[in-house]
């Protein structure tokens, strides 16, 4: 059965810096993981991924100031979030499809799997 797990979240200033991981087990094969964010009154957008093949993939307002990685001894995937303005207010979720392509889905509805999500605040 597969598991995702974030963690990391918090309050920060601007300007600030934090470190989210999503822990994942259960997969079998190659797969695809993808943050999502959800600000209040806001629908859920993607942020950044990592396909399965490991190529990265940013939305254009996180481009030089998130960094998605992966560590595949700990099926972990990490997102460094630098340079944090107000408008990264969101909860933050992983998500992740089995996959051992170079596709990077960046709508939420081709994801099977998702963790519980974690909140991410930035203060002015």
């Known amino acids: 059965q597969v598991h995702l797990v974030e963690s990391g979240g918090g309050l920060v200033q601007s300007g600030g810096s934090l470190r989210l991981s999503c822990a994942a087990s259960g997969f079998y094969s190659s797969y695809a993981v993808a943050w999502f964010r959800q600000a209040p009154g806001k629908e859920r957008e993607f942020v950044v991924g990592?396909?399965?093949?490991?190529?990265?993939y940013y939305t254009d307002s996180v481009k030089g100031r998130f960094t998605i990685s992966r560590d595949n001894s700990k099926n972990t995937v990490y997102l460094q979030m630098s340079s944090l303005k107000p408008k990264d207010t969101a909860d933050y979720y992983c998500?992740?499809?089995?996959?051992?392509?170079?596709?990077?889905?960046?709508?939420?509805?081709?994801?099977?799997?998702w963790g519980q999500g974690t909140q991410v605040t930035v203060s002015s």
């Open positions: 998500a992740a499809a089995f996959s051992s392509s170079d596709y990077m889905a960046e709508f939420g509805g081709e994801y099977d799997y």
């Open positions: 990592i396909s399965g093949t490991g190529s990265t």
